[in-house]
Nanobody, 113 residues
Framework: QVQLVESGGGSVQAGGSLRLSCVAT????????VDWFRQAPGKDREFVAY????????SYTDSVQGRFTISRDNAKNTVYLQMNSLKPEDTAVYYC??????WGQGTQVTVSS
């Protein structure tokens, strides 16, 4: 059974940084792509960033390009999302998704102005 656990969320002021982690268990993590999504109150869940199995391919939604960095450590079955220069509009619950099929429970990020 696949389990994904996100952590690292919290409350920061605009301009601050957070690093989210997504740890996977129960499946061959090393061969799977991973996405980060987010969902703000009253809005649809939206794509944030993607990383392929090796870490050699990444992509970002335009609104976070240049501020967020996705990376992975396959030895630790973990994907990270480094978020810098945070803005109030980044406030949302952040979710990771493994292999386009499995979701974590989410971690809350709140950015105050």
């Amino acid at each position: 059974q696949v389990q994904l656990v996100e952590s690292g969320g919290g409350s920061v002021q605009a301009g601050g940084s957070l690093r989210l982690s997504c740890v996977a268990t129960g499946r061959t993590f090393k061969s799977s792509g991973v996405d980060w999504f987010r969902q703000a109150p009253g809005k649809d869940r939206e794509f944030v960033a993607y990383i392929n199995w090796s870490g050699g391919v990444t992509s970002y939604t335009d609104s976070v390009q240049g501020r967020f960095t996705i990376s992975r450590d396959n030895a630790k079955n973990t994907v990270y999302l480094q978020m810098n220069s945070l803005k109030p509009e980044d406030t949302a619950v952040y979710y990771c998704r493994l292999d386009r099929a499995y979701w974590g429970q989410g971690t809350q990020v709140t950015v105050s102005s």
